[in-house]
């Protein structure tokens, strides 16, 4: 981490040697510098440093950049924010304000949420929406309203920070980004998704790595871009935790519970990347107390680890306390579409959140094996396990592999 | 019994560079040469900090494949690096590329002892006698061979370590880390018990965990198993899916990081995974050997390696599973970076290896030809 001591022997540095460049996710080219390679022993000024002359060398070491670990904890830290955060309101990002409001209420700022549409609409009765009391009770403001009119449905308040966490495209985000410029919203962040990246031969997709142009994200991250002094974008995956708007565990539950198989598509090795949404929060709450730091920045919004989909399985029955068996299939062959069939992507869907670690500072709590409990316990307390379910489409896959269900 | 070849050394203040490497000693007590551990600021115009002046190294090993690169790069840094192997293998091979002065620079300044380090009295003795500042030990696979070194070296300033990323448990969540639980009844729990030992002696040690090397010299037949069949145009046969995850390090990397922890005080006591910073799945290592070496893009055949008998053959270079380690800790503690991606890498290796017509075993397509002959194949 961080300390004083760091920066302010980079600034130093940063004043007597002109090729230094500051703390940055960039090397320094492979020039002859005779200063530290390292984050080594920057703590005293004194103290030896390893020297690596390169340019003798018929091919290159290490790489001369300052280290990305001595990144400098501004004092904005201690300032406190307006955040409006623009949220869904349906889907698996949903729960990401929920947790988010909550975090920086208890970090002292101020949040409004202002979820989309209609406050008795049906959508609200289901969580996070049906647990906005929490929000509320913690000095928050909810309101609802249309993106395309924000300034109405804030009643005229003014922020420092916008998070929006609703549009999937510019059509959306336009105008909530439009009216934040023009309200002089300082730093704008953006909730994309990891399902932009291309996909690879060489997982996992790391923050630069090629996206697909025609995606309505990519369009949003462009303009933001384009007309914010100070933004910062977020790609996540799947998450869980309480208060989530949509299945991820719960799918893997309902099987496991009521003694069925659990019909996974392809071999059961794609890996991806399934965060509690406490990881997610804590990363965007960084990012709006040091905005210098994040400015700029795409995030990998998601754990520091992957699962395999029959890990994620395996790992769910554990939690249960229950056995658990896993059947693979081909959905071509089935003749089913996989989407539907499954929560997750039939592929290798694997980000890391380099760039958060680097240069935030943030590090992933998510695991899985004691995060899993938790949502079992609650699987079980609602009274979900009990629930009648019909799985007609699991049915179907375990008719065609001739796998016995038993009732 | 092993003989003592060691080196006639002069007590300098700073940058040792040795004359001659091989000239004979005969057995009396060689005395460390003064070593300044800390240099004061020179300023002349800009910053220049200088490293500690150089060190008496020794490498346990060296004459291989990662001990070639790292003894390169520590004797142009100006330190006193000694081999001890027991000779089989020549002391100093002129790599591909490296020009013929670098090659003479390099030979005249590397020294040999001669032994087997599994003669752990003459270890000790001979060890004991020259009084090394730092080991290297680059070909150590089991505690019992360290013991000797820690006690023939009581004022040894930092033992650093070539471990092993397959000391970790098996896991469905990835990637490695550090610290991840590790097993101790893998094929590499050798490497684990002399990394407790380490940790259990009150030495200064570091250790570094590759998953697969890969480079000019390899003598496991990582890329080379790709390149034998892209260069007879055959199918690349890949068990099961294809889309099992492993990691591939550069072996200049290595080296590379293997210099960094050198006198590094963030890396006292420290394990650190290293290689590439990008993993890559079984058919996707097919394509990028194939890029790489400038071959068109090969004809990938799946197969179910239950379906065959292949004895005591192997008919796949990496373990049939996800395997990978992330190097966060080493870039984030250390400031590491590896140089090469994965392309670059493997055109590297190509083009000083493989292309030249140099590889170290045959081809060998008898599972290929067993599993292409039963023509089963899996639907991906």
Known sequence: MATIASSFSTLIFSSLHSKLSPPSLLSSPHTSLSSSSSSSSQSSLFSSFLSISPTSLTYPTCS????????????????????????????????????????????????????????????????????????????????????????????GATFDVVLDNNGKDLDTVRPVADWSKSAGVKQFLFISSAGIYVPTDEPPHVEGDAVKASAGHVGVEKYIAEIFNSWAVFRPQYMIGSGNNKDCEEWFFDRIVRKRPVPIPGSGMQLTNIAHVRDLSSMLTLAVENPEAANGKIFNCVSDRAVTLD????????????????????????????????????????????????????????????????????YVKIGRDKKPIQFEIDDKILEFLKVPVAV | MASLVA????????????????????????????????????????????????KNILIMGGTRFIGVFLSRLLVKEGHQVTLFTRGKAPITQQLPGESDQDFADFSSKILHLKGDRKDFDFVKSSLSAKGFDVV?????????????????????????????????????????????????????????????????????????????????????????????????????????????????????????????????????????????????????????????????????????PKEFDFGKKKAFPFRDQHFFASVDKAKHVLGWKPEFDLVKGLADSYNLDFGRGTYRKEADFSTDDLILGKSLVLQA
């Open chain 2, 7 to 54: 080196v006639q050394q002069q007590t300098q203040p700073s940058l040792s560079i040795l004359p001659s490497s091989l000239s004979d000693f005969n057995g009396t007590r060689l005395h460390t040469q003064l070593q300044c551990k800390r240099k004061v600021w020179q300023t002349r115009g800009a910053l220049q900090v200088t490293a500690s002046s150089s």
């Open chain 2, 136 to 304: 290297y030990d680059i070909n150590g696979r089991e505690a019992d061979e360290v013991a000797p070194i820690l006690d023939a070296l009581p004022k040894l300033e930092q033992y650093i370590y070539c471990s092993s990323a397959g000391v970790y448990l098996k896991t469905d969540l990835l990637p490695h880390s550090e610290t991840d639980a590790v097993d101790p009844k893998s094929r590499h729990k050798g490497k684990l018990e002399t990394e407790s030992l380490l940790e259990s002696r009150a030495v200064n040690w570091t250790s570094l965990r590759p998953v697969y090397i890969y480079g000019p010299l390899n003598y496991n037949p990582v890329e080379e198993w790709f390149f034998h069949r892209l260069k007879a145009g055959r199918p690349i046969p890949i068990p099961n899916s294809g889309m099992q995850i492993t990691q591939l390090g550069h072996v200049k990397d290595l080296a590379a990081a293997f210099v960094q922890v050198l006198g590094n005080e963030k890396a006292t006591k420290q394990v650190f995974n290293i290689s590439g910073e990008k993993y890559v799945t079984f058919d996707g290592l097919a394509r990028a050997c194939a890029k790489a070496a400038g071959f068109p893009e090969p004809d990938i055949i799946h197969y179910n």
């Open chain 1, 64 to 155: 001369r950049r300052l280290s990305a670990s001595t990144f400098t904890v501004k004092a904005s830290a201690a300032e406190k924010k307006k955040v409006l955060i623009v949220n869904t309101n349906s889907g698996g990002h949903a729960v990401i304000g929920f947790y988010f409001a909550k975090e920086l209420l208890g970090s002292g700022h101020e949040v409004t949420i202002m979820t989309v549409g209609e406050q008795n609409s049906d959508k609200m009765k289901k969580p996070p929406f049906s647990r906005f009391s929490e929000i509320v009770s913690a000095g928050g403001r909810a309101v609802w309203g249309d993106p395309a009119e924000v300034g109405k449905a804030v009643e």
């Open chain 1, 311 to 378: 890990g994620m399985a395996k790992l769910c029955a554990q939690a249960a306390g229950l056995p658990v068996e896993i059947v693979h299939y081909d959905p071509k062959a089935v003749g089913i579409d996989a989407r539907k069939a499954f929560p997750f992507r039939n592929m290798h869907f694997y980000a890391e959140p380099r760039s958060a670690k680097d240069i935030l500072g943030w590090h992933a709590t998510t695991n899985l094996p004691e995060d899993l409990k938790e949502r079992f316990d609650e």
